[in-house]
């Protein structure tokens, strides 16, 4: 048996099982039954050692992580994710690596109904990619575009932790107590994608954005598809635990500008704001009203007073870099 059928043989039979699955992995192509009445939500992202995750990474954390940032993008839609093709180079077949990358894919696959149901491996630099698909009722995908003046802006859980997270890796954090440690590093290894959350503001919130790259520039590509812009509350920024015990400069710095949260952005139109925190919040996600959508382009942070708050240099520049297009 060569090393790549060893490889196929890992990750065969990954995720929850699914009656729609018609062929899975061993065939040239997968075949999967959309029900009717259903659109097709699609989705890829790619995970580059030295890149998007720390060489030396966990294997089983890499696994979890390599579908649940693409699991992000089919929450921020609303879609209900159903299938998956995996992506993947490795320098050399590790058997034990392998083992513990699939166990940690097939966790992240089962919690969300996901089938992996086939993929590609090549000899190369490590990178690990998932390939998504997901259904929504005809029409109801939820989108960047549609936000409108007056708009109230929700965000789920917290944010900056995984921006922490990468700190304390790098060695760049210290003093925590080792609970909040520990939450931080999970956040950044282990990121619960929204998905929940995203099916319950589906017909509720008017646009949705994953925040992936920092919430400045995330809420940025949101008001960008509109032409419009935004007052943002930093005193109302949803913060864990954990993060509290951060200096106020470093944390704010990190929950304006920090990546790889997979948090939810929404707009919701004030008078549906009510109906959009119950639905999210009866599937177990917290949701804060951050700010609002202003006809004005441009984000402003202000205080709890009005008061106009300059974003700290870490949250600023990410923003400005991404804003220019760059
Ligand atoms: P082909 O050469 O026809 O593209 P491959 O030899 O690449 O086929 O793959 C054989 C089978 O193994 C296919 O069903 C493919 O989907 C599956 N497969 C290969 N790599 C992966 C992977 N990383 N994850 C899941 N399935 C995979
Ligand atoms: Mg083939």
């Not at 062929?23 to 097709?40: C, F, H, M």
């Not at 989705?43 to 890499?62: I, K, M």
């Not at 400045?216 to 007052?231: N, Q, S, T």
Request: charged share 20%; aromatic share 4%.
């Amino acid at each position: 048996m060569g090393e790549f059928d060893l490889i196929r043989r890992h990750l065969s039979g990954l995720g929850a099982p699914r009656a729609d699955v018609a062929v899975g992995v061993g065939d040239d192509g997968a075949v999967v039954r959309p029900p009717p009445g259903r659109e097709l939500v699609l989705t890829t992202d790619l995970l580059l050692e030295g890149v998007h995750f720390l060489p030396g990474t966990d294997p089983e954390a890499l696994g979890w992580r390599a579908l649940a940032v693409s699991l992000s993008d089919l929450a921020a839609m609303g879609a209900e994710p159903a299938w998956a093709t995996l992506v993947l180079s490795l320098p050399a077949a590790d058997e034990a690596w392998l083992a513990a990358f699939a166990r940690g894919l097939d966790a992240c696959a089962r919690v969300h109904g996901v089938a992996l149901v086939g993929g590609d491996t090549v000899r190369g630099p490590l990178a690990a990619g998932a390939q998504l698909c997901g259904l929504v009722p005809e029409g109801a995908a939820l989108r960047r575009l549609g936000a409108r003046p007056g708009d109230v802006l929700c965000v789920t859980g917290t944010l900056g932790d995984a921006a922490a997270g990468l700190a304390l890796a790098r060695g760049g954090l210290a003093g925590l107590a080792p609970e909040h440690e520990a939450h931080l590093r999970a956040r950044l290894e282990r990121p619960a994608p929204r998905v929940a959350a995203g099916l319950a503001a589906r017909g509720l919130a008017r646009a949705a954005i994953d925040v992936s790259d920092g919430l400045l520039a995330d809420l940025g590509h949101l008001l960008e598809a509109d032409g419009l812009g935004a007052r943002v509350e930093t005193a109302a920024l949803p913060r864990s635990e954990a993060l509290a015990a951060v200096p106020p400069a470093r944390r704010l710095a990190w929950q304006l500008g920090g990546g790889d949260d997979y948090e939810l952005l929404l707009a919701v139109a004030p008078s549906r704001l009510a109906a959009l925190e119950e639905a999210v919040r009866a599937t177990g996600t917290p949701l804060t009203v951050i700010g609002r959508v202003e006809a004005e382009p441009g984000v402003r942070c202000v205080d709890a007073a009005g008061r106009p708050v300059e974003p700290p240099a870490a949250g600023w520049d990410h923003f400005a870099r991404d804003g220019d297009g760059a």
